[in-house]
Nanobody, 127 residues
Framework: QAQLVESGGSSVQAGGSLRLSCAAA????????MGWFRQVPGKEREGVAT????????TYADSVKGRFTISQDKVENAIYLQMSSLKPEDTAIYYC????????????????????WGQGTQVTVSS
């Protein structure tokens, strides 16, 4: 049984919006941090946005600040990524992740701090 399942990836034009969803098994969602990462073939996976599940504290990569919003639904055991003003450079496979490590600054953007991963969902932004 999959622990994290992403959905919502699609192809859109630049300037458009998309909302990604990640459904988590209960015991996975109970971890301190949930986050979205993305990866382009040939490049390292990078952190996009994270959320501390107990207090909704969020962090964002500089490249998406002001355009992307991470949120959670504790009843549904889900997190979301609302993406607006999409750019071609946002094209990537987006992964949902969960991990226990949290610092006083919030969740990290380091993939090594996350031990549960979804299968990914493709987002393609055309110019």
């Amino acid at each position: 049984q999959a622990q994290l399942v992403e959905s919502g990836g699609s192809s859109v034009q630049a300037g458009g919006s998309l909302r990604l969803s990640c459904a988590a098994a209960g015991y996975v969602y109970g971890q301190n941090c949930m986050g979205w990462f993305r990866q382009v073939p040939g490049k390292e996976r990078e952190g996009v946005a994270t959320i501390v599940t107990r207090d909704d504290s969020t962090t964002y990569a500089d490249s998406v600040k002001g355009r992307f919003t991470i949120s959670q639904d504790k009843v549904e055991n889900a997190i979301y990524l609302q993406m607006s003003s999409l750019k071609p450079e946002d094209t990537a496979i987006y992964y949902c992740a969960a991990g226990a490590w949290v610092t006083w600054k919030g969740c990290t953007m380091s993939q090594s701090d996350y031990n549960n991963w979804g299968q990914g969902t493709q987002v393609t932004v055309s110019s």
